[in-house]
């Protein structure tokens, strides 16, 4: 080859005049987008397999453990959503119903059966004493009144399998025994769209009943927080009426997609544990 000095350039090329062997450029702009593509699709599927609203909640923090499976049934009687009201993270148990046309609801005392088909959601109702185990407030089964107290102003009362929440309840009270109704009390969390929190102070895992027009469902905060801040978020969203249901550890099952049961928290002891039951 032909020294060439400081002053020359040498021009490199084929013997076919300097064309490129191999694809034109437009030709690695299809195989980009094709791949730009394949990795859009991939990322479809990918999202449409990640669990969603009906699957179970991430668990909710250190006192919950995660969701677990417990046992089986045919159907996804309940929807859950989370959403952030407030800077409040919460997670609705929503049984895609309008009151009066809705499972039945009921009181028991004990553990819910998870062998029970018929078992929708179930969550713990009135609080026990941690003194010597009582439950707190009047607490009426089957028209069997196993507690008696006004220390909390708000209620649920049970007719028919149909639920019902507020303040006060006094005739209500006298109904349920009368007509062989499910009774107990709570804090009252918003009344008439308006929070009203009770005394209690500190933050702890909170959930609540609640009701907007003909809805009703279930509300656990994903966080600790205090009562304050999630009845003033209950309110934001739009709840109408909320009283509280047993927060911190206790024990919520549901069942969701591929109808099964899934738990929440921890069971706790004593004959006297209770929880509002939805069955089928």
């Not at 394949?38 to 179970?56: F, K, R, S």
């Not at 907007?212 to 009426?241: C, K, N, P, Q």
Request: with cysteine.
């Amino acid at each position: 080859m032909k020294e060439i000095d400081d002053n020359e350039i040498r021009v490199i090329g084929s013997a076919d005049g300097g064309r490129r062997s191999g694809w034109p450029w437009y030709g690695w702009v299809a195989v980009g987008v094709v791949l730009v593509v394949l990795v859009a699709v991939a990322a479809t599927v990918l999202l449409l397999q990640t669990p969603g609203n009906g699957e179970a909640p991430e668990p909710l923090a250190e006192t919950h453990s995660a969701s677990q499976p417990l046992s089986p049934s045919v159907t996804r009687p309940l929807t859950l959503f989370d959403t952030v009201v407030d800077d409040v993270p919460l997670t609705v148990y929503s049984l895609d119903c309008m009151l009066p046309d809705c499972p039945r609801a009921g009181l028991q005392v004990g553990m819910p059966d998870v062998e029970d088909t018929s078992l929708l959601l179930a969550v713990m109702a009135a609080d026990v004493r941690a003194d010597n185990g009582g439950i707190v407030g009047d607490f009426v089964v089957d028209g069997r009144r196993e507690a008696r107290g006004e220390k909390k102003e708000g209620y649920c009362a049970i007719f028919d399998g149909v639920p019902v929440i507020g303040r006060g309840g006094e005739a209500e009270l006298k109904r349920t025994m009368d007509e062989g109704g499910c009774f107990f009390r709570q804090y009252v969390l918003v009344s008439d769209g308006e929070a009203v929190p009770p005394k209690p102070k500190g933050k702890n895992h909170r959930r609540a009943l609640c009701v907007i027009g003909h809805w009703m469902f279930v509300v656990a905060s994903a966080d600790r927080e205090s009562y304050h801040d999630f009845a003033t978020a209950l309110a934001d969203f739009g709840v109408e009426d909320a009283i509280a249901l047993v927060g911190s550890e206790s024990l919520l099952i549901y069942r969701a997609d591929g109808g099964l049961l899934h738990s929440i928290g921890t069971a706790m002891e004593g004959e006297n544990v209770n929880f509002l039951v939805w069955r089928r």
